[in-house]
């Protein structure tokens, strides 16, 4: 039997509902909204923004593309915090056969739905190419290195597990969706991870669309790129102590212990300009996953 036969269904897409986490992304929010008006892809579209609670003028910069983007609802979804709590409320207020997720602080290239279509008319869900050049200077693309879903699914490898998807360009059926129950809104970080493996796990093929291209923007000064990875390393402890019943393979302590022994030895980089930011991001890391630990009472460094 080949993969397609044994994949599901294949699924002829009417309608498509693009969907984006917003919190204060008023800066960055209009050219997502552009980006998305100048998709090429023939069939019906709906925009949903859904507001986590901005106070930045997002939601009457959202509201002013009315004109140009005429499927544009914009919803209050400020009742919980997390994006997956936004993305939830939109899913559940979407009309469209297939679930499209971006974020504010992105931008779809063109083509980008047209490269996604495709690949969710065979699978229950697709990932997109994040491109990192366009939106993001020479400290920040050093400070995160080079993002794995620029080729490909990325991997999960402390310890290895599933591979997974950003929640950034990320398509699901919307019935797969529906199915898995949504985000997890008790992640305030990798919510799209868990919500990748459990699809995996519940039989469901997550696809790589390499034709869909995203301009993922990361942070922009040093203090957000350390509080992004403090959550990141938070949250990874979190998953841990989820899926250890689930199959994922238990952390040793030695080498997690040295790895944080190898990065206090090279805090003299925080005096090389070239060397600093990386060293901040992983320091913030490292100081997530401490919290983690002491917070889910588990040792997972």
């Known amino acids: ?45 709906e925009v949903l923004v859904a507001d986590n609670g901005s106070t930045d003028g997002s939601v009457e ?18 009742d919980r915090k997390g994006p997956g709590h936004a993305r939830n409320v939109a899913a559940a207020a979407a009309t469209g056969d297939v679930l499209l997720f971006c974020d504010a602080d992105d931008e779809v290239a063109e083509g980008w739905i047209d ?32 993002p794995a879903q620029q080729y490909g699914l990325s991997p999960y490898t402390n310890p290895p597990f599933l591979d997974h998807a950003g929640g950034c360009g990320l398509g699901v059926r919307r019935s797969v969706f529906e199915e898995l129950g949504g985000f997890d809104e008790e992640y305030l970080a990798l919510e799209d991870t868990d919500l990748c493996w459990r699809l995996q796990l519940a039989g469901h ?80 890391w490292r100081l997530g996953r401490l919290r983690g630990c002491l917070r889910y009472r588990t040792f997972a460094l």
């Open 1 to 45: 039997m080949t993969e397609d036969e044994a994949g599901p269904p294949p699924l002829t897409i009417e309608r498509i509902s693009v969907i984006i986490p917003c919190l204060n992304a008023a800066a960055t929010l209009g050219a997502q909204l552009e980006a998305l008006s100048r998709q090429t892809w023939q069939g019906d579209l």
């Open 61 to 78: 910069l959202a509201e002013s593309w009315r004109d140009r983007l005429p499927g544009l609802r914009v919803l209050h979804a400020a």
């Open 115 to 146: 490269g996604l279509a495709p690949e969710l008319e065979r699978h229950e869900a697709a990932a997109s190419r994040h491109e990192i050049e366009r939106l993001n200077g020479e400290q920040a693309r050093r400070l995160h290195g080079d």
């Open 205 to 284: 093929r997550l696809a790589f669309a390499p034709e869909a291209v995203i301009h993922v923007r990361f942070p922009a000064t040093l203090a957000d790129a350390f509080r992004q990875a403090s959550r990141y390393g938070q949250y990874n402890v979190y998953i841990y102590t989820r899926y250890r019943s689930r199959g994922m393979p238990r952390l040793p302590a030695l080498p997690g212990l040295l790895r944080l022994g190898s990065l206090l030895l090279r805090s003299p980089q925080l005096l090389s300009r070239s060397a600093r930011a990386r060293w901040i991001w992983l320091a913030g």
